[in-house]
């Protein structure tokens, strides 16, 4: 059973940054595609960022100039740098790592889920 380990997240003021950090319990399932989904209050889960393996990223319009997704293949590891964070930003934020290359569909492997809230 594969387990993803999130850190970071937190209560932080608008401006502010906050990194998130997720690393797969084993590196012998390649993970070719990694990324956080993040789930507001009310509203529907959404893809943030995604990296592949190969380095192809792709960022939700909403955060494109503000988060940096980045990951370690060797690890199985994949950060998210959230800076210049707005209030909208707020919601739980889960790690994802599937087989797959491909963003379709709800599958893979998830995190527990880390609280980001952004607020003064």
């Known amino acids: 059973q594969v387990q993803l380990v999130e850190s970071g997240g937190g209560l932080v003021q608008p401006g502010g940054s906050l990194r998130l950090s997720c690393a797969a319990s084993?590196?012998?399932?390649?993970?070719?595609?990694m990324g956080w989904y993040r789930q507001a209050p009310g509203k529907q889960r959404e893809l943030v960022a995604g990296?592949?393996?190969?380095?192809?990223?792709n960022y939700v319009d909403s955060v494109k100039g503000r988060f940096t997704i980045s990951r370690d293949n060797a690890k199985n590891a994949v950060d998210l740098q959230m800076n210049s964070l707005k209030p909208e930003d707020t919601a739980v934020y889960y790690c994802?790592?599937?087989?797959?290359?491909?963003?379709?569909?709800?599958?893979?492997?998830w995190g527990q889920g880390t609280q980001v809230t952004v607020s003064s």
């Open positions: 994802n790592a599937r087989t797959s290359e491909s963003w379709n569909g709800d599958n893979g492997y």
């Open positions: 084993t590196n012998r399932i390649t993970m070719n595609a």
């Open positions: 990296i592949t393996r190969s380095g192809r990223i």
